[in-house]
C-alpha cells in the first residue's frame, strides 16, 4: 500500500511541475541591460500589413521599461525577457489607448552604433509586425 501511495504520489507531483512549465516565459540575462542600451530611444516604425509609420518612444532605466505609440495615444509597460551587450527582447503589456495598439507583442532593439539601433515588433504568435529605425536621447 506504501507503494501505491508513493507512486501516485509521484505522478501527482510530476503532472503539476509539467503544467506549471507551459506559462512559464524565459526571462535570462534579466539585470544585464548594458549601459549602451540603456536610456529613452525615439524614432518611427513602418507597420506592414497597412504601411502605416507611427512614433515610438523606448525608455530603458534602471529596471523600469516602458513603450509609447505618441501618434497612436498609446503605450504601456515593457517585461524584459532577454538582453545582451547589443540587444534587449521585451514583453509589451499596452496599459493605455488598448483599442489603438495590440497587446502582449514582442519588441526588440538591436543597437547599430552607439546612438541608434533597430526596433522589430512581433505579434503574440511570433509573425513578424513592425520595423524601424531609433535614436537614443
Known amino acids: 500500500m506504501k507503494n501505491i501511495i508513493i507512486v501516485v504520489s ?58 509609447s505609440y505618441p501618434s497612436l495615444n ?9 538582453s545582451s551587450k547589443t540587444q534587449v527582447k521585451f514583453r509589451e503589456n499596452i496599459t493605455y489607448g488598448r483599442s489603438k495598439c495590440v497587446d502582449n507583442g514582442i519588441l526588440t532593439l538591436s543597437t547599430t552604433s552607439n546612438n541608434n539601433a533597430e526596433y522589430k515588433w512581433y505579434y503574440e504568435n511570433g509573425k513578424f509586425g513592425a520595423l524601424g529605425l ?3 536621447k
Open 74 to 82: 498609446c503605450g504601456g509597460i515593457l517585461t524584459l525577457l532577454d
Open 134 to 136: 531609433m535614436t537614443k
Open 10 to 67: 509521484a505522478i501527482i507531483a510530476l503532472t503539476g511541475c509539467a503544467s506549471s512549465k507551459t506559462n512559464y516565459i524565459s526571462t535570462k540575462n534579466v539585470n544585464l541591460v548594458t549601459k549602451n542600451i540603456q536610456g529613452t530611444w525615439t524614432g518611427k516604425a513602418k507597420q506592414f500589413n497597412n504601411n502605416v509609420t507611427w512614433s515610438v518612444k523606448v525608455n530603458i532605466e534602471n529596471n523600469n521599461y516602458t513603450v
